[in-house]
T-cell receptor
Framework: GENVEQHPSTLSVQEGDSAVIKCTYS??????FPWYKQELGKRPQLIID?????GEKKDQRIAVTLNKTAKHFSLHITETQPEDSAVYFC????????????FGTGTRLTIIP | NAGVTQTPKFRILKIGQSMTLQCTQD?????MYWYRQDPGMGLKLIYY???????DKGEVPNGYNVSRSTTEDFPLRLELAAPSQTSVYFC??????????????????FGPGTRLTVL
C-alpha cells in the first residue's frame, strides 16, 4: 500500500516569511494529493489539493507543487500570518484496490510574531 | 447542511466497557471513514466504507467494528475498551466516483471528533 513521509515534523517561521513542508509518497499510481490544516482542538480541514495531471496549483498565499517523477509534493505558504499556526497534514490516494487516503504524520507550524 | 456530525463529544470508559460512536452525514456522500488521532500524532484509518452495506478494514482495525446500513450513518463500535484506545476519533465523508484503479477522489469532510478516555 501507499506510504507517505512528511518533513519537517515541526517548523517555526517568522511572521511574513515563507514556510515549506515536503512529502514523499511510494505508490507511483497515486493521483490525488490533498493538504489538510488542523488548528488546536479542531477538526482537519482541506486547504488545497492537486491532481497528477497538474504540476502546481495556487490559492492566494498557498501553493502546492507536485513532482511525479520524484514522487514528492510540497506545500508553500507565503507571507505567513499568526493564523497560519496549526498542524498540516499531506495525504495521497491509494489507487488500486483501496479507496482511501494515506496521511503523513503532520507538521506543526508555528508563526513567530 | 449540518455536514458531518459525531456524538458524543467526550466520553470516559472503564476498561472492558463497550460503546458506540455515532457518525452521520447529510451530504449524500458515498465514502465514509473512521480515524483515530493519538496526542501529537497523525491520522490512522480504522475502517472505511465505500457505500451502504460495504465496509473494509483500515490500518488499525483491531478492537473495533463498524456497520453501514444507510448512506448517512456509519457507527463505530468498541466492544472491550482498553487504555490503548484512548484517543480522539474523527469520522469523515467524501464523494468519490469511479471504480478500483480509476477513482476520482474529492475532499474529505471531517466531523468535530470524539475524545475518548479509557481508564
Amino acid at each position: 500500500g501507499e506510504n507517505v513521509e512528511q518533513h519537517p515534523s515541526t517548523l517555526s517561521v517568522q511572521e511574513g516569511d515563507s514556510a515549506v513542508i515536503k512529502c514523499t509518497y511510494s505508490d507511483s499510481a497515486s493521483n490525488y494529493f490533498p493538504w489538510y490544516k488542523q488548528e488546536l482542538g479542531k477538526r482537519p480541514q482541506l486547504i488545497i489539493d492537486i491532481r497528477s495531471n497538474v504540476g502546481e496549483k495556487k490559492d492566494q498565499r498557498i501553493a502546492v507543487t507536485l513532482n511525479k517523477t520524484a514522487k514528492h509534493f510540497s506545500l508553500h505558504i507565503t507571507e505567513t500570518q499568526p493564523e497560519d499556526s496549526a498542524v498540516y497534514f499531506c495525504a495521497a490516494d491509494d489507487s488500486f484496490g483501496n479507496e482511501k487516503l494515506t496521511f503523513g504524520t503532520g507538521t506543526r507550524l508555528t508563526i513567530i510574531p | 447542511n449540518a455536514g458531518v456530525t459525531q456524538t458524543p463529544k467526550f466520553r470516559i470508559l472503564k476498561i472492558g466497557q463497550s460503546m458506540t460512536l455515532q457518525c452521520t452525514q447529510d451530504m449524500n456522500h458515498n465514502y465514509m471513514y473512521w480515524y483515530r488521532q493519538d496526542p501529537g500524532m497523525g491520522l490512522k484509518l480504522i475502517y472505511y466504507s465505500v457505500g451502504a452495506g460495504i465496509t473494509d478494514k483500515g490500518e488499525v482495525p483491531n478492537g473495533y467494528n463498524v456497520s453501514r446500513s444507510t448512506t448517512e450513518d456509519f457507527p463505530l463500535r468498541l466492544e472491550l475498551a482498553a487504555p490503548s484506545q484512548t484517543s480522539v476519533y474523527f469520522c469523515a465523508s467524501s464523494y468519490s466516483v469511479g471504480t478500483s484503479g480509476s477513482i476520482r477522489y474529492n475532499e474529505q469532510f471531517f466531523g468535530p471528533g470524539t475524545r475518548l478516555t479509557v481508564l
